[in-house]
């Protein structure tokens, strides 16, 4: 490339706010690109001037969002491979939300390499089902968050 022509295309870009060029040869395509300005700089300075005013406080507070899965303990994926939430197509779904469960009750079941692997809580995880993170079907990682247990 000549360095001269880097030169020219440099000035160019500075002289008009340009961000990005992209260049290619053959049959000459150019793409600019300027910089995004930013809001301040589009709105005239009285409006300026009122946003910046202070705002009264409002009148009624909203209550902070309360995570009603927080403290809960995560049953995860020892193995990747598909989650299965029933034994059979046909059946019902090993545990629903409000179900208990402790360390001996099966879950669900991971199927790795045409083996189904019977999940069950680990680590003495007792209490009552909060939540299904996953879906019947889904692939899952080591470590995915398969449900929550308050």
């Not at 099966?106 to 909060?130: H, Q, S, W, Y």
């Amino acid at each position: 490339m000549d360095i001269k022509l880097l030169k020219d295309i440099t000035k160019i870009m500075k002289d008009n706010d340009l961000v990005e060029v992209d260049i290619e040869s053959g049959d000459l395509k150019v793409k600019l690109k300027k910089a995004v300005a930013s809001v301040s700089a589009m709105v005239p300075a009285q409006v300026q001037q009122y946003a910046q005013a202070p705002v009264a406080a409002p009148v009624a507070e909203a209550a902070p969002k309360v995570d009603e899965f927080a403290g809960c303990k995560q049953i995860i994926s020892p193995i990747p491979g598909t989650v299965y939430l029933k034994p059979n197509p046909d059946a019902a779904l090993f545990v629903n939300a409000g179900t208990q469960v402790d360390e001996t009750k099966v879950v669900c079941l991971v199927e790795a390499m045409k083996v189904f692997n019977e999940i069950k809580p680990d680590n003495g995880i007792k209490g009552t089902i909060k939540k299904i993170c996953v879906t019947d079907g889904q692939p899952v990682e080591y470590g995915t968050v398969l449900f929550l247990v308050g």
